[in-house]
């Protein structure tokens, strides 16, 4: 039986959970230069106003990756990232986002290949306001992580749905 074989509708397998909170350690450490703090699981504190950078993979699983930053967070990431300064009301915000869920969807994805887990990327999707309810259809499982960076607070929601459903 493989890992992608014991997704249940109660909950996700640790291997897996694993693999996607060290992909966004990874990441942010690649684009701050320093590890995030794993805060840890809970929907506390959400993203009141902020962006959200949605990425799904496909395959021997199906997850929704969804990375909540509040305007402050996605403002010094952002900066860390590209070298200049990004406006939150900007396009290129969103296309920042956008590219950080596609990154840690990557890095997500290439773990999953380590454990023989087949997994392709959706295009990203991005969602910027204030209050964000992110409303996933079928009952999926899901999980919220939280993260302190160098750059502030954030949040990535991970849902998955068994697979053939």
């Given amino acids: 039986m493989t890992i992608a074989n014991t997704l249940t509708e109660d909950r996700m397998p640790a291997a897996l959970v ?25 929907e506390d504190g959400l993203v ?24 402050d967070t996605a403002e010094g990431l952002a900066l860390s990232f ?27 994805q290439n773990r999953l290949h380590d454990l023989g887990i087949r997994a392709e990327l959706s295009l990203p999707t991005v969602a910027r306001g204030s209050r964000f309810e992110l409303l996933l259809p079928g009952a999926p499982s899901s999980l919220c992580m939280h993260f302190a960076s ?16």
């Fill in 82 to 108: 590209a070298g200049f300064e990004i406006a939150f009301g900007s396009e290129e915000i969103g296309d920042f986002a956008g590219e950080l869920a596609n990154t840690v969807g990557g890095e997500l």
């Fill in 150 to 165: 160098k750059e502030g607070e954030l949040w990535v929601k991970l849902a998955t749905m068994q697979k053939g459903r």
């Fill in 48 to 71: 009141q106003e902020g962006i959200v950078g949605i990425i799904s993979l496909v395959g021997d699983v199906a997850w929704t990756i969804m990375l909540g930053l509040p305007k």
């Fill in 18 to 42: 694993d693999c996607a909170r060290d992909s966004v350690i990874r990441t942010l450490t690649l684009i701050s230069g320093e590890a995030p703090e794993y805060k840890g699981d809970d």
